[in-house]
């Protein structure tokens, strides 16, 4: 196992011990003795606390944290892109509020594939996962701002990024009250340029709820062919869903 991401173990304070370490959110982490160890893997009375701290450390190692290292290597990732009237940006840990309000919408997660957020500390989540995600180079999720205002209104994504294949998915969320302005298809076709010119991305795939009409008609205006329907792909809600699969290729 790598090395552990804290040098002290959070409930004595001794150094950690080689042979108490564990996995959590993808990352190394320690105790000073293996009973410790085995009672934050089984969820005891402190694992809770456990996790607050290793919280911390994770944020801290991005460079999320107020005063941090303002997320550099984030950003070197996941560089600042301008459309015409959109910048597309590294999400911060200040984004969460905005991002709440983006997931916390029923009418955003109705075809979504999670039901909508009711606690806040899910975008802290969703922000740290998709630091982690992206310096480890899985996924590209960027803010969606407008050239205004600074404030996150959706994201856009690629993700199951194959470079080998040169492709990935796409993804894509706004705030409903900026719906039906071409904003996403903005966000999603500038997201694909940077992947073209960046790695040659030659083929973007989408998995679309039959009835996400929105969604749909902004993939077909962006190039997106239907290349076929998956049945009972997804379970959301106690009932099945279908998804419709698509498929844009940048022909060399
Ligand atoms: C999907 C979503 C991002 C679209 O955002 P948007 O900025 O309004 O999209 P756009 O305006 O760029 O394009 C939507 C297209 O669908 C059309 N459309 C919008 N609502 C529609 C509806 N109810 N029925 C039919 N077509 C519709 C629009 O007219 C537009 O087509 P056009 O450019 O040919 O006029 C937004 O609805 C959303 O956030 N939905 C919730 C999250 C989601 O479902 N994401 C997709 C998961 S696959």
């Not at 293996?34 to 996790?51: H, K, L, Q, S």
């Amino acid at each position: 196992m790598p090395k552990s991401l804290n040098r002290f173990c959070p409930r004595s304070g001794e150094p950690v011990s080689d042979n108490s370490l564990t996995r959590y959110r993808g990352r190394t982490v320690g105790f000073c003795n293996p009973g410790c160890r085995d009672d934050f893997d089984n969820g005891g009375p402190r694992a809770t606390e456990d996790r607050r701290y290793f919280d911390v450390l994770i944020r801290e190692s991005y460079g999320l944290m107020p005063g941090g290292r303002a997320g550099k290597a984030l950003e070197a990732v996941l560089p600042t892109l301008e459309a015409e009237r959109l910048r597309l940006r590294a999400p911060r840990e200040s984004d969460a509020e905005s991002l709440f309000a983006v997931f916390s919408n029923p009418e955003v997660t109705r075809y979504w594939s999670h039901p909508p957020w009711t606690d806040r500390a899910q975008a802290t989540e969703l922000i740290d996962d998709i630091c982690r995600r992206a310096l480890d180079g899985q996924l590209w999720q960027w803010a969606i701002t407008e050239h205004a205002d600074d404030r996150l209104i959706g994201t856009v994504t690629l993700f199951s990024m194959n470079r080998n294949h040169r492709r990935c998915e796409v993804g894509f969320a706004l705030r409903s009250d900026r719906w039906g302005q071409g904003l996403a298809r903005e966000a999603l076709s500038r997201a694909m340029r940077y992947a073209e010119s960046e790695v040659g991305m030659r083929r973007f795939e989408a998995d679309v709820d039959p009835d996400n009409a929105a969604s749909l008609g902004l993939l077909r205006r962006l190039g997106f062919e239907e290349e076929g329907r998956a049945r009972a792909r997804w379970r959301m809600g106690g009932g099945v869903q279908d998804s419709i699969l698509l498929g844009r290729v940048i022909h060399d």
